[in-house]
């Protein structure tokens, strides 16, 4: 018998049709980890020449923060994990300040590999990059996006803006609660403006808990 038959004589002898799902977190994990296979091997843009390895992503797939960095550093290319340098460090401090943790987070930057020497990202480089980003964010479909650093927002918003225009407003990124905050390798450098970066995540914390 056909599957159209098949299908027409449960409909005739009004029969539901039992269909075997799989769990929404295991489609979401196996997506994230064939993307992480292609970014691995991916040689779009220069940097693939100079990188030690790609860097993904770190945190818990299903969580409901996203945050979203700008490009690894020397730590970061040789461990393969985003945020595990002395900024990652504070970035950990920072969210158990508002009671989170790593298992509550899912970190990922705008590109994947390390530009030489730690400098800013390339226009060509964000551009050859950003596709694999959007389908993170997609996979992960996180309740609140927080940008930190200034190329992070501004590759979400889609603005040159600085990022004290892009600070203290909620924008929508793919329809997603987007916030944008400072670089925790900022704040090493300017301490005094971690009070505002804990404003912004205290607003975060706001917005996850009222989601």
Known sequence: MSESLREYYLQELSIDRWVLKQPVNACNKSSLQQLATEVASC???????TRTQTVFARGNPKAKLMIIGEAPGFYEDQQG??????????????????????????IANVIKCRPPNNRDPAVEEIQACSGYLSQQITDVDPKLILAVGRFAGQFLLNQLLPLNKMRNQLHHYQGKPTLVSYHPAYLLRNPGDKKKAFLDLLEARRLLSSS
């Open 81 to 106: 994990l985003p945020f595990v340098g002395k900024a990652g460090g504070l970035l950990n401090k920072m969210l158990s300040s508002i009671g989170l943790s790593e298992e509550d987070v899912y």
């Open 43 to 49: 040689t779009a843009c220069p940097l693939h020449k």
